[in-house]
């Protein structure tokens, strides 16, 4: 566990998800090599202790709509913390290599004492209570790159390893998903016909890491992962399952085994608060994204984003689900463009041809002298349009058929 962060003076809630590429459970002990194999994870020498994914639940102070909003695992950023500019998914593991490295003496900072080895062996990297410091010190350099890309003050944290997706699904009676096609793949081992059903088990951790053979690769997998999340909230939240002893016992002992959470929070109880709020009241979004091949110096390829821009959409999109109608307004998709009428056309040219021959003579349309410095620019006001995610949201309530 890590300590529960500062909660904001406001009273809203944001609320960190993190699925981990982890082989250990939330002890900080190795998962067996049965339900890796089960799982088709791998060994318990795969993965690289990433976070894989990303998604911060914005509740607001006075209950209304939630607004789930998912960061590509790739997208590339400063993660702050001395940790320097990388894919945000490496601050888990950046950080816990540091902290590992400190513990154990394995790294640059490690003794080199000629009495060294009549000290105490240091622990080892796979030592539990290592694990344990270690996932703390990457649960705070996420937090704090999250924080800094959307600008939003985390107050609970919460990361799920790989069986907890199995192991979750499983004690809350299966996910409710919908595919547009049947997905077969052998790097997860899923293996799904076509239309509406439930996941549970290895299927719904194959369901959320499938990426390979989907059309938009990541940000696919990203809608795999905010459909997986709407239905469990769904079930979650349902009366059936706040009211029924045993559905609570069975979700408070996965929790136990695959989840990390901070200090300060009640899951259940927040999962009773929230029972008002209908399981429908919650958007997933994505955060705006540049380009999906943005070479870097060391990590490979990128997602390229703007922490301003990122902001920017965050703000937008929490107070369209709050209802404004601006910012409603800011979100909608663009109209469809209409078949251009050729006459119009025309028209255009000419007027940009006259235009452009006025630019190049200096004057403007009443025919006064500029002075092309470009100062008439500044009383001129533009508003700042927020960007638009790259995919289309999703409700709770209809999630529809995806990827």
């Known amino acids: 566990m890590i300590d529960t962060p500062a909660p904001p003076a406001t009273g809203e809630q944001n609320i960190l998800l993190v699925g981990l590429d982890s082989r250990t459970d939330a002890q900080g002990n190795r998962l067996p090599e049965d339900v890796l194999a089960a799982l088709n994870a791998g060994d318990s020498a795969s993965g690289g202790g990433t976070a894989d994914s990303l998604t911060v639940v914005h509740v607001p102070a006075g209950g209304g709509r939630a607004t789930a909003i998912s960061v590509p695992r790739d997208a590339y950023v400063d993660l702050g913390q001395g940790l320097g500019r990388h894919k945000i998914n490496s601050a888990w593991s950046r950080a816990a290599a540091q902290a590992t490295e400190a513990m154990t003496g394995s790294g640059p900072t490690g003794s080199t004492s000629l009495f060294a080895a009549e000290a105490a062996a240091p622990p080892s990297p796979d030592d539990p209570a290592v694990v ?73 951790l194959a369901f959320v890491r499938q990426r390979h053979g989907l059309p938009g690769g990541d940000l696919d997998r990203i809608a795999r992962q905010q459909v997986f999340l709407a239905g469990a909230t769904e079930r979650l ?96 998709p663009p109209p469809p463009a209409a078949v251009p009428d050729p006459s119009v056309g025309s028209g255009r040219d000419r007027l940009d041809a006259v235009s452009s021959e006025d630019e190049a003579s200096g004057s403007d349309e009443d025919g006064d002298e500029s002075d092309g410095s470009g100062e008439e620019s500044l009383t001129t006001t533009t508003p700042t349009v927020p960007p638009l995610s790259p995919t289309p949201p999703i409700t709770a309530a209809a999630p529809g058929c995806i990827n």
């Open 237 to 332: 939240l349902s009366a059936d399952t706040v009211a029924d002893p045993f559905a609570l016992a069975r979700i408070t002992s996965a929790v136990s085994r695959s989840v990390t959470l901070d200090t300060g929070w009640d899951v259940l109880a927040f999962a009773r608060q929230m029972q008002g709020l209908s399981a429908g009241a919650v958007t997933f979004r994505t955060i705006p994204t540049g380009s999906t091949e943005l070479s870097t110096p060391y990590d490979g390829t990128a997602v390229a984003v703007d922490a301003d821009t990122v902001r920017v959409f965050v703000g937008t999109a929490i107070a369209a689900d709050a209802g404004d109608p601006v910012a409603l307004a800011f979100l909608a």
């Open 132 to 204: 344990r410091t270690a996932s703390a010190a990457g649960a705070r350099a996420t937090i704090g790159a999250v924080q800094q890309l959307t600008g939003l003050p985390i107050s609970h944290f919460a990361a799920v390893n790989l069986a907890g997706f199995a192991d979750i699904s499983t004690a809350i009676g299966g996910v409710p998903v919908c595919l547009r096609a049947p997905a077969q793949d052998s790097y997860t081992g899923l293996a799904l016909p076509a239309g509406p059903q439930q996941v549970s088990g290895p299927q719904a």
